[in-house]
């Protein structure tokens, strides 16, 4: 079936530090990506979305590429803050199964000044 | 804004009673969900609903029911809560249309004694 597949964490970085955190997916068709955020106590909020190959989301200087070719979704920002200390999620959709996403496990991201 | 709300951020029951958790959505979304979300364990979808009146099993819903009286508004009940049912809880609503992002409310902590 389809799944996804995000690294493990946690991950634990300077302030200013380059992050990726990776993401993979195994689905047939053509499904949109996703990267949601969730801060402590919160819900998740969707931070970027891509529904085609090649398309780059962005948000908050968070970037993330779909390619179709090695099937992967891997979330970058260039200089991380204190403030993106979050776990973060990668999560697939697929036309005509609006009811079904498919979440990752979470990677949780602690950032230190 | 999407906005979706959760009836209550924090939740203490005995085992036994029943508990009602509410979920409110103001974007006119055909999708409702509900999740429960455990440490080690992920997302994991106990209910959805579709339209007014319908629902579907997710991949728990032992233990629990829902109800869509209204479109915007979607419970889910605890017959009788037991302390494995001690969790956070997560509501969730999307459009009925490619690519299915899904808006979370900010979550209910329920605890069972």
């Known amino acids: 079936g389809d799944s996804v597949t995000q690294m493990e964490g946690p991950v634990t970085l300077s302030e200013e530090a380059f992050l990726t955190i990776n993401c993979t997916y195994t689905a047939t068709g053509y499904p949109s990506l996703f990267w949601y955020v969730q801060y402590p106590g919160e819900g998740l909020q969707l931070l970027l979305k891509a529904t085609k190959a090649d398309d780059k989301g962005s948000n908050k200087g968070f970037e993330a590429t779909y390619r179709k070719e090695t099937t992967s979704f891997h979330l970058e920002k260039g200089s991380v803050q204190v403030s993106d200390s979050a776990v973060y999620f990668c999560a697939l959709s697929k036309p005509g199964n609006n009811n079904d996403m498919r979440f990752g496990a979470g990677t949780r991201l602690t950032v230190k000044p | 804004d999407v906005k979706v709300t959760q009836s209550s951020r924090y939740l203490v029951k005995r085992t036994g009673e029943k508990v009602f958790l509410e979920c409110v959505q103001d974007m006119d979304h055909e999708n409702m969900f509900w999740y429960r979300q455990d440490p080690g364990l992920g997302l994991r979808l106990i209910y959805f609903s579709y339209d007014v009146k319908m629902k579907e099993k997710g991949d728990i819903p032992e233990g629990y029911s829902v109800s869509r009286e209204k479109k915007e508004r979607f419970s889910l009940i605890l017959e009788s809560a037991s302390t494995n049912q001690t969790s956070m809880y997560l509501c969730?609503?999307?459009?009925?249309?490619?690519?299915?992002?899904?808006?979370f409310g900010p979550g209910t902590r329920l605890t069972v004694t």
């Open positions: 969730a609503s999307s459009l009925l249309r490619p690519p299915y992002e899904q808006y």
